[in-house]
Nanobody
């Protein structure tokens, strides 16, 4: 059973930066796919950034060049570094893992971008 715990959400001004963390536990083997999603009220959850083993990463067009997904294997933690934040980046951000044919979600962390 994989557990995901996000942290780092906060209120930040437009143009600011923030780093989210996702602590991963319970996996005996390397996670197949791990990504960050976000969701705003009334909208579907959307994928923001994906890590597929090794160093392969993909990003949503809306965040390319501003967000970076990374991992620290020693700490079993995945990060989402967010820069040049915009009000439209306001959302609850979720860590998601697909591992051994099962999906796992964290509880989410709120990011609010506002002056």
């Amino acid at each position: 059973q994989v557990q995901l715990v996000e942290s780092g959400g906060d209120l930040v001004q437009p143009g600011g930066s923030l780093r989210l963390s996702c602590a991963v536990s319970g996996n005996r083997f390397s996670i197949d796919v791990i990504n960050w999603y976000r969701q705003t009220p009334g909208k579907q959850r959307e994928v923001v950034a994906t890590f597929t083993g090794g160093s392969s990463t993909t990003y949503a067009d809306s965040v390319t060049g501003r967000f970076t997904i990374s991992r620290d294997n020693a700490k079993n933690t995945v990060y989402l570094q967010m820069s040049s934040l915009r009000p439209e980046d306001t959302a609850v951000y979720y860590c998601h893992a697909y591992h051994l044919l099962r999906h796992y979600w964290g509880q989410g962390t709120q990011v609010t971008v506002s002056a």
